[in-house]
T-cell receptor, first 113, second 110 residues
Framework: DAGVTQSPTHLIKTRGQQVTLRCSPISGHKSVSWYQQVLGQGPQFIFQYYEKEERGRGNFPDRFSARQFPNYSSELNVNALLLGDSALYLC????????????FGPGTRLLVL | EDQVTQSPEALRLQEGESSSLNCSYTVSGLRGLFWYRQDPGKGPEFLFTLYSAGEEKEKERLKATLTKKESFLHITAPKPEDSATYLCAVSGGSNYKLTFGKGTLLTVNP
């Protein structure tokens, strides 16, 4: 069975640019969550979507936005990139996002120069 | 606000030397406590989910236990391939998010 997939695997951008990251959940999973992980830290929650509705948002600025599509895939957009946005961006899927386990993808490594 | 503290930050073991990793948590209404393994540059790999105090789960050389305040990940006779960062996370209250600790970097020397 295919796990969570993310694209691209790596990305280099310059300050002020915009980036879109993509995620496909495990087949049958309806919830997608996004996390940011900087080096040496645990993942930090950004968003959770369930059935195309935003169900939770972490302490991130409005430059971060996301959406979920009818096929349950998701996109994370970051505008006006800052150097501090350099991180591993992780997508996780679960059936409904409640107390079930969230399964993570391989991540997208974003470097902002 | 949910909080997770993991200790130690780093642990170096010899192959076969058993030990435990600690995860202390503060959460309003625990929904679940999760253990993940993460290799460098990769996404976290699911290991265990624990839902209530007293629960235990095992997988190969790993055993996870849960009390009302903390969880332990016991590693029995570790091998070099067990070297990784082990992350603990909680989900609680009306939140669906996972709150992670900083992780424990485990190195197992042959």
């Amino acid at each position: 069975d295919a796990g969570v997939t993310q694209s691209p695997t790596h990305l280099i951008k310059t300050r002020g640019q915009q980036v879109t990251l993509r995620c496909s959940p495990i087949s049958g999973h309806k919830s997608v969550s996004w996390y940011q992980q900087v080096l040496g830290q645990g993942p930090q929650f950004i968003f959770q979507y369930y059935e195309k509705e935003e169900r939770g948002r972490g302490n991130f600025p409005d430059r971060f936005s996301a959406r979920q599509f009818p096929n349950y895939s998701s996109e994370l957009n970051v505008n006006a990139l800052l150097l501090g946005d350099s991180a591993l961006y992780l997508c996780a899927s679960s059936f409904s996002g409640r107390q079930e386990t969230q399964y993570f993808g391989p991540g997208t490594r974003l470097l902002v120069l | 606000e949910d909080q997770v503290t993991q200790s130690p930050e780093a642990l170096r073991l010899q192959e076969g030397e058993s030990s435990s990793l600690n995860c202390s948590y503060t959460v309003s209404g625990l929904r679940g406590l999760f253990w993940y393994r993460q290799d460098p540059g990769k996404g976290p790999e699911f290991l265990f989910t624990l839902y209530s105090a007293g629960e235990e789960k095992e997988k190969e050389r790993l055993k996870a236990t849960l009390t009302k305040k903390e969880s332990f990940l016991h590693i029995t006779a570790p091998k070099p391939e067990d070297s990784a960062t082990y992350l603990c996370a909680v989900s609680g209250g009306s939140n669906y998010k996972l709150t992670f600790g900083k992780g424990t970097l485990l190195t197992v020397n042959p």
